[in-house]
């Protein structure tokens, strides 16, 4: 690949429209993802990190939604780019499950209820690789809309799928077989022992982590080039927790996806993130490589955030809290969001709204700490007290 | 000295709760008419003693029982065995062990006389009606889901002053002085009073909760997943409120959690729960430092911490939770246990567990399996060729290290003689500290892998 970048969120604003007025979820996030690479998208609850995910898929409901601004670009094979957030349906359509997909929080929520596990696979395999199906099946390949297509796709209706199975028999056969080869093969790769048992089941009757492995399954069906995982693990316990993540780490290495892995745990970052960035009331605070962030935070809401984790050596009840509670979006003043919550704040940051400042190689932390008076047209006394240089850790 | 290890170790404590033996059996209804075709046993056989002033962390993932056996302590399930007594002395416990060991119908008049006193007064279940409401009023708890626990259609002054209420503590005015002054010990204020609950973040919503359950002055608190639902700064605050609030007011508390992060930070002591069992029970950092029990190791390993230890090899744990209605003989982690030899007591049900998911092709040609007990069973297959493929299987699956002598198909018909072993019990490995690992408790060390 000639340039290094897989996708490039640029400048994304997403608004929500409430009849108490218009919250900006999302304002102004950057980034750029290189292929095979781990991203880690950090912050709280109400952050906007779930909704820049699902942002680069296009799945925000319009309305109450609106992406007010930016751009998502995801980078084709060939070299040319496609931004997701204006192409039409047809295209974006394409792109999810084949090219991105992602894995939601509650597995339990995400998959069908009323279908078997490997009815919901071969919908995936129906959609997006059709081809191969009908080719490993043996079975002509050129008329689209036929009855066979749409059989394959899981469409076709009861009467249609019941009279093919009777005439036609031995293609029913090729093709169910096909299929059910390919489906079992991408169970089994997610670690499940007896693939076969757990396509025959419905999801009710899967624990957690099975279902867990089901949703990576389907999203991995296609061998997409990045993989967007939603707090997969969240509603795990710490056990299955640890086996889900070392499998997305090995299917990674193995068909070298990139991942933008969003979580509100900042300890799994350092085991599986190669980059993260730390967001706080839609917008990106700081962002950097995953050690080196978590070794050396520079923005006050990212070390609050850190020491705010019990530790082995924390004193008990002296744990440093963040003082007050996330602000208030809807119709937000333009400033520096964790003004209010943050310990250096100043004059200067309850007036205008801090930029990405590279701090060092491959970091950028948004925070006035880091600007000079003259770049914002203010006085020097109104400036909140200047970050040390870096590589002063916390403590 | 008893089987009940925990209670031993700690006979001279003063405890708020001590808990015998606790079952919580729920039946399993099937058919037409209902039928009782078993047990789930959500707490089976569970000794604790929680000692006054302290703060007990009881860890386990989902489905372990242990918020059920947080609700049996709190009064809110009725256990289905065991006994659970209240605000025993040391002195107090001593007599209700010794008691306890006697056969009831070989004990003196005088320990039958006591023994009627203790229970009248201490025990659930057995307490007169004035001791139970003193009870009630000396035990709260504060739930995981401040959405669910806290009435949407009242105010604060009503959820915090309702306790004050039904106790008759306070009446009219008095009430939301009470309320405010509650209010204000828990970082809230007068203004509050006249909200709903959702008007409140989830942090703020978690004061309110604990407000209510400080409302009686108790002297024990129950806390069950209190800030599972919270950000991580969120529950820093929290956090530091609880232990702000034992250190003034001397309150006990049992804090149920699933994260052993919060759990090292809060507890004294631990009792890591698995399967409805206490596998382990010590003072957190040993436990933390020095697991005695597999499981144990396995949680600390799994938990993602951001310090830069080496802990050396993890251990994972394999397979999923076995059924509760039936759990595995001997050690309950054992199929799952990476250190699992022939000592820990595979059955019957595991071999053909295994053999199930391996060979599920094997599997479908069992014809009938006759158990004469969990450990010895015959296995009729269809035909003379599965029964070699099942011999096989047996023979390398897991529980094949626990065969007598390895299986053998003679015509259709394979025999199995696994190792009987008893089930494993909570024992005392060294000062402190106990393990139910029965590998644990012959070595007393931690079998390495």
Not at chain 1, 299 to 305: A, E, I, K, S, V
């Amino acid at each position: 690949m000639t340039e290094d970048w897989l996708l490039k969120v640029d400048d994304l604003g997403v608004q929500f429209h409430s009849p108490r007025g218009t919250s900006q979820a999302v304002d102004g996030v950057s980034f750029t993802m290189k292929p095979h690479e781990t991203l880690a998208l950090v912050g709280e609850t109400g952050c906007g990190k779930s909704v820049t995910a699902r942002s680069i898929l296009r799945l925000v409901a319009q309305p109450p939604g609106e992406y007010s601004s930016g751009s998502v670009q995801l980078r084709n094979d060939d070299g040319s780019v496609t931004d997701i957030l204006s192409a039409p349906e047809r295209v974006v359509r394409n792109i999810r499950g084949n090219r991105v997909s992602m894995i939601f929080q509650d597995p339990g929520k995400a998959l069908n209820p009323a279908l078997t596990v490997g009815r919901q696979l071969a919908e995936v395999f129906g959609e997006h690789r059709l081809g191969m199906v009908l080719e490993k099946a043996g079975l002509p390949t050129s008329r689209p809309g036929g009855t066979l297509v749409k059989i394959a796709q899981q469409r076709a209706g009861w009467l249609s799928v019941r009279l093919f199975q009777l005439f036609r028999r031995d293609a029913a056969r090729a093709l169910k077989k096909a299929m059910d080869d390919e489906v079992a093969s991408a169970l089994a790769d997610t670690g499940i022992a007896n693939p076969r048992k757990i396509m025959g089941s419905y999801p009710h009757e899967l624990s957690g982590g099975m279902k867990q492995r089901v949703m990576i399954a389907q999203a991995l069906a296609c061998d997409p080039d990045l993989l967007v995982a939603d707090e997969p693990t969240t509603a795990l316990d710490v056990t299955i927790q640890a086996r889900i993540l070392r499998l997305i780490h090995d299917l990674q290495q193995r068909r070298g996806t990139a991942i933008l892995y969003i979580t509100h745990d900042l300890s799994l970052v350092k085991e599986f993130a190669d980059r993260v960035a730390v967001m706080y009331a839609g917008r990106i605070v700081e962002m950097g490589p995953s050690d080196q962030v978590l070794k050396s935070p520079q923005h006050p809401y990212t070390q609050g955030l850190l020491a705010a984790i019990p530790r082995a050596d924390t004193p008990r009840g002296e744990l440093e809290a963040i003082a007050g509670t996330v602000p208030q979006l809807v119709d937000a003043p333009p400033q520096c969001h964790f003004a209010s919550r943050c310990a250096f704040a100043a004059q200067a940051c309850h007036g205008h709204i801090p930029q990405p400042t590279v701090v060092s190689e491959g970091r950028l932390v948004s925070c006035f700490r880091f600007s000079r008076a003259e770049e914002l047209d203010v006085s020097a006394e109104e400036m909140p007290q200047p970050a040390e240089a870096i590589g002063g850790g916390r403590r | 000295m008893t089987s009940t290890s925990q209670a031993d170790a700690s006979v001279a404590v003063d405890s708020v709760v001590t808990l015998h033996d606790v079952q919580v059996h729920y039946p399993v209804k099937e058919g037409l008419l209902q039928r009782v075709s078993g047990h789930v046993r959500a707490v089976d056989g569970v000794d604790l003693t929680i000692p006054r002033g302290q703060t007990l962390g009881l860890v386990g993932e989902s489905g372990c029982g242990k918020t059920t056996l947080g609700r049996v302590v709190a009064g809110l399930v009725a256990p289905t065995g065991g006994e659970l007594w209240f605000g025993l002395t040391a002195d107090q416990h001593e007599h209700v062990n010794r008691i306890r060991a006697i056969a009831p119908g070989e004990r003196s008049a005088e320990d039958q006389a006591l023994w009627r006193q203790l229970e009248r007064e201490h025990r659930l279940g057995s307490m007169t009606k004035e001791r139970h409401r003193e009870y009630r009023r000396n035990c709260q708890v504060v739930f995981q889901d401040s959405f669910a626990s806290l009435n949407p259609r009242q105010l604060v002054r009503d959820i915090v002053g309702r306790p004050l209420r039904v106790h008759r503590e306070a009446s009219g005015s008095e009430v939301d002085a009470r309320v405010v002054e509650l209010l204000e010990r828990v970082g809230l204020g007068a203004q509050h009073l006249l909200r709903y609950p959702h008007q409140f973040s989830g942090g703020q919503r978690q004061r309110i909760s604990i407000a209510r359950a400080l409302a009686l002055n108790p002297e024990f608190v129950i806390l069950d997943e209190p800030t599972s639902a919270l950000d991580v700064s969120v529950q820093a605050q929290i956090l530091n409120l609880l232990v702000e609030l034992q250190q003034d007011l001397g309150l006990t508390y049992l804090f149920i959690t699933h994260d052993l992060g919060v759990v090292q930070h809060m507890a004294d002591d631990i009792a890591v729960m698995y399967l409805g069992q206490i596998a382990e029970y010590g003072p957190t950092d040993q436990v933390f430092f020095d697991p005695l029990h597999p499981y144990s190791r396995i949680l600390r390993d799994s938990n993602p911490s951001l310090e830069d230890e080496e802990v050396g090899e993890r251990w994972e744990l394999s397979g999923t939770v076995p059924n509760p209605i039936n759990p595995p003989r001997g050690c309950r982690l054992h199929p799952r246990c990476p250190v699992a030899t022939d000592l820990c007591g595979w059955s019957v049900t595991d071999a053909l567990e295994h053999v199930e998911t391996a060979a599920p092709a094997v599997f479908e040609h069992i014809d009938a399996v006759n158990r004469s007990t969990d450990f010895l069973a015959e296995v009729a297959m269809s035909d003379d060729a599965s029964a070699a493929l099942m011999a096989r299987e047996i023979n390398s699956s897991p529980a094949g290290v626990a065969l007598t002598q390895p299986a053998i198909s003679n015509g259709k018909v394979v025999s199995l003689t696994l190792r009987q072993v008893d089930d494993a019990e909570l024992l005392p490995i060294r000062e402190l500290r106990s393990s139910a690992c029965l590998r644990t408790q012959q070595q007393g060390v931690l079998p390495s892998s």
